[in-house]
């Protein structure tokens, strides 16, 4: 499988639609011990792109310390296919988008269901592969998500439509009026236990303020409920406090560009057991217990302002930044802060690049912020030099944890190399 695969891989190679890079290095892991071990690796990335159609592998080659290729993920067809990271058709916000792959950030309409989900929490270790389809017409328009093709798990969409587009008036021929649903119907990734789905669904509008090329505002709500499945609402002997069901979630705010910034500004009312972006860049390690850790009971009431603000600069430089409080956090989760910066080599005499993500549930001052061993903290950086034109020197670290709250830490030294 793994010769045949190759053998197409550089037959596709000889055209002109190619380009490959690559890298080799050693990772080092830490086990659940909290022992670290490293392997060594080569990364080839080759790449296709033609017409609006994009293609992108991910081959990773495992050695052991004594040097004997590791081919535990080279055994099967299945194997085969998480060798592809992305076959895209089209951009986000075109007529036609589909895009069959890995999932690094998903936000479905204004972020009450799906917010910056990724199935890539545990990349390479976990693969799944996820699909998305988007279709967007003159007066209606889709979002969808399937985000494990190997298995029946989390699935999403949402459906929007413009009741006046056609009605002559300025101001309404834009509202959109939107239905939108998510469900994990395995959570636990136990095709044996029944009546564990957890499904959310939601209703919203969007009705454009102001449009204009400096400043441009858009008026949107939400409102949501969840409906969760036997398995957390029925009462046992092991849980005399099951969750209760049917908890729901409303938010209003804008959205829009001032200057050279993009920006969102929301005011949340939750009740108590209902979970606002259920699926967000936690889900991975936290959904086979989260909704058993949602409140029996619907008050008190959570309410609260939240905010993001973000900045780019000709493709070159990203910066963007988002926080939220509420109060009666039950569950600690506010404030919860999120950021992200890269900063392309063109910024620094094309010798150096930097990319970061930073994600922080229960920052309540600096010391917590800057707290990276505590169970709720996902961050990545990425630092790059360049010794030549094709060859460029990174270190990477990422840091998550488990479903105990348990830290782990992963770094990466690798050569990359553009062929």
């Known amino acids: 499988m793994r010769k045949l695969f190759l053998g197409v891989l550089f037959l596709l190679a000889s055209t002109n639609i190619f380009a490959m890079s690559g890298a080799f290095g050693t990772e080092v892991f830490t086990d659940e011990d909290g022992s670290q071990y490293s392997i060594n690796k080569v ?9 609006k159609i994009d293609i992108g592998l991910d081959l990773q080659l495992y050695f052991d310390s004594e040097g004997d290729f590791i081919d535990d993920n080279w055994d099967s067809s299945s194997d085969i296919i998480k060798k592809i990271l992305y076959l895209k058709y ?4 075109d007529t036609l988008y589909v895009k069959f792959g890995s999932l690094s950030s998903a936000t479905i309409g204004h972020g009450i269901i799906f917010n910056r989900y990724s199935n890539m929490v545990r990349y ?48 309404l021929a834009n509202l959109k009026l939107a239905l939108s649903g998510g469900t994990d119907v395995d959570p636990d990734s136990n095709d044996k236990t029944k009546g564990d789905a957890v499904s959310i669904g939601a209703a919203d509008m969007e009705l454009p303020l102001v449009d204009g090329y400096l400043l ?23 849980r005399p406090k099951p969750s209760k069901n049917n908890g729901s979630g409303s938010a209003v705010g804008f959205f829009g560009k001032l200057l050279v910034f993009d920006y969102q500004v929301q005011y949340k009312s939750l009740d108590n057991n209902f979970v606002y972006s259920y699926f967000d860049s936690y889900y991975e390690i936290e959904k086979s217990t989260k909704a058993m850790n ?65 994600d922080k549930k229960n920052a309540s001052n600096w010391d917590e912020v800057r707290d990276l061993k505590s169970g709720n903290a996902l961050v990545t950086t990425e630092l790059g030099i360049a010794l030549s034109d094709s060859t460029t020197v990174v270190i990477s670290k990422k840091y998550t944890y488990d479903i105990y709250g348990n830290r782990t830490k992963r770094t990466k030294f690798e050569t990359r190399i553009i062929f």
């Open 216 to 238: 441009s505002s858009t008026l949107f709500g939400d409102i949501a409920q969840m409906d969760l499945s036997e398995a957390y609402v029925k009462k046992t002997p092991e």
């Open 90 to 93: 089209g951009d986000k916000g």
């Open 43 to 51: 990364v080839l990335y080759p790449q296709w792109s033609i017409w």
């Open 124 to 171: 390479p270790e976990i693969v799944k592969r996820s699909l998305v389809l988007d279709i967007n017409l003159e007066q209606m328009g889709i979002e969808t998500l399937a985000t494990s093709l190997e298995r029946s798990e989390v699935y999403g969409g949402r459906f929007y439509f413009k009741p006046f587009y056609n009605s002559g008036s300025l101001f």
């Open 294 to 358: 949602i409140s029996d009971k619907s008050t008190p009431k959570q309410e609260g302002w939240g905010g993001t603000i973000g900045f780019s600069l000709m493709d070159k430089a990203y910066v963007m930044a988002s926080y939220e409080d509420l109060n009666n956090d039950t569950f600690d989760l506010y404030p919860w802060v999120h950021a992200e910066v890269s900063l392309d080599k063109s910024l620094f005499m094309d010798k150096v690049f930097f990319k970061a993500s930073y």
